[in-house]
């Protein structure tokens, strides 16, 4: 079945050649949909016939939303420890623990159950395709159990055994790291696409972070990077070293960080939810953007230091806080966060591409950041199918 969604204000495509603009803007505009593809953009006094058409009746549609960094599979609270920041205490890698705690005594449905939550929470959102981790086990059999729950869900799973040391290995950080990248690598990198590493004081240094990623490259998986989030560090240059898909936070960067983003191939993730729950600095977008760097947002939904599933929000946060024009956020949101992910096939609505796309309830996508709060999505359609 073939499906126009026509009468359309503004259409984000995310490509120069189909409109004005970086992001391709197609006025009075006409998205068919063919099975799970685009199949055609154009105005919509030229759209092609089709079995159905749903009538925009003068709003606009942007990509579905690419969420390249989340944390989902968790089980526990940490309201308090929320509470306690809010109240003066600062954030540190430690709470991690916590959560670890509650997910090891979690059964697999509990874990399953929570994961479905929020995504039914982003999709509502606008959010299409999503990145996951495990990190929440720190044991072989928790960390496999999580990727095999996250598996179920989505194809972009990363193996984040290297998010703390385990409790356990707090005497010993060097054997849990020979866990990680041994017997626990072996079990869990069947059911995941990258490894990543928190590289960052209270987690893992450079050397140990160098020899997460390179054993997890060894089994195929491809690495990205948690780097510089909560001070200066070697994350950022080790992940452009080992080509990494991403260096997710870059809150805290030197002129050779921004250098060597700019000069290779690895995108920096910003996460805007996660200053905005630990009241930290924000990132400098702008910097980055100004040196060449391809930028995307994500979520960082996760439950310590950003709970929110909400990439509107993000977009809101980036355009208010991090220097970035409503136009880049969008992007950063759709196609930096595809370019994170390494995919060609989302963050953009071109002939060829999944029909991911969301319906807003506004005539631009300018308003995401104008109408901050606002739950703007009022229809949602993946992989070419009406699900919101």
Known sequence: MSTAIINISSLVTNDPSLGEGPLGLVQDAAVVIDGDRVAWIGETSKAPATDNAVDAAGRAVVPGFVDSHSHLVFAGDRTAEFNARMSGRSYSAGGIRTTVAATRAATDAELEANLTRYLGEALRQGTTTFETKSGYGLTTHDEARALRIAAAHTDEVTYLGAHVVAPEFADDPAAYVELVTGEMLEACAPHARWVDVFCERGAFDGDQARAVLEAGMRHGLVPRVHANQLGHGPGVQLAVEVGAASADHCTHLSDADVAALADGDTVATLLPGAEFSTRAQWPDARRLLDAGVTVALST???????????????????????????????????????????????????????????????????????????????AVWRRGVREV
């Open 300 to 378: 960082d939904c996760n439950p310590g230091s950003s709970f929110t599933s909400s990439m509107p929000f993000c977009v809101a946060l980036a355009v208010r806080d991090m220097g970035m024009t409503p136009d880049e956020a969008l992007w950063a949101a759709t196609a930096g966060g595809a370019a994170a992910l390494r995919r060609t096939d989302v963050g953009r609505l071109t002939p060829g591409a999944r029909a991911d796309l969301a319906l807003l309830d506004a005539p631009s996508h300018v308003h995401l950041a104008y109408r901050p709060g606002v739950p703007l999505v009022s």
